[in-house]
């Protein structure tokens, strides 16, 4: 059963670039050795290193609620089978995120990838993570395009058990702002509010 408060921002929710929402480039990191820069720098390339350019011609449509189902724009109802790809949850450079999205997608017939998700990786607080999360946000972008480009929705898990605290609804308040130019991304466990209260 779907709850409406938990789908309430189901694909309402569109992606800008995390550049722009975070403009956090490497030079505004201060006190870096160029050793760390380029390490930062090697790691964008490779975990980004399948990320393409966002094809909206092959997006999926908007969804929204009707009762239990969902239904896409023309009012048809919308059957989604996915898979789980872990491990932005446990590491802010994931293990090989985009080529298991597209490799769902393109030979498993997903049509919705399951990402999970950490709040103290998006804000770049985690241990490691020296570029103010930036890579984190690119890479997040980059799996939501992919699965787009593809026709298919991806599901963003803000991964904790526990009661909800003010960190986790503000993490989501900035995913929404952030992820706000693309039709594809929904919203699971911890639910984000609605974007009819946030901040434009």
Not at 9 to 20: Q, R
Not at 43 to 69: C, F, H, T
Not at 103 to 119: C, T
Not at 129 to 155: C, F, K, M, P, S
Request: with cysteine; hydrophobic share 40%.
């Amino acid at each position: 059963m779907i709850h409406k408060k938990r789908w309430s921002l189901l694909a309402t929710v569109h992606v800008v670039h995390a550049a722009m929402f975070f403009p956090l480039g490497l030079q505004a990191v201060e006190g870096l050795s160029p050793e760390a820069t380029a390490k930062i720098a090697a790691d964008k390339a490779k975990v980004l290193a399948l990320a393409e350019e966002p094809n909206r011609d092959k997006w999926p449509s908007e969804l929204r609620v009707s009762g239990n189902k969902i239904l896409n724009r023309q009012g048809r109802e919308v059957w989604l089978q996915g898979l789980n790809v872990l491990s932005l949850d446990w590491s802010p450079l994931g293990e090989r995120i985009l080529q298991n999205t597209k490799v769902g997608i393109e030979d498993w017939n997903a049509n919705l990838i399951r990402l999970a998700v950490k709040e103290h990786y998006w804000f770049g607080t985690g241990k490691g993570q020296v570029d103010g999360g930036e890579t984190y946000r690119e890479l997040v972008d980059a799996a939501i395009t992919l699965a787009a480009n593809r026709g298919a929705y991806v599901l963003l898990d803000l991964h904790r058990y526990r009661a909800p605290r003010q960190e986790h609804a503000s993490c989501w308040i900035c995913i929404v702002i952030a992820l706000r130019d693309r039709s594809t991304p929904t919203f699971g466990r911890t639910p984000p509010p609605d974007t009819r209260t946030t901040p434009r």
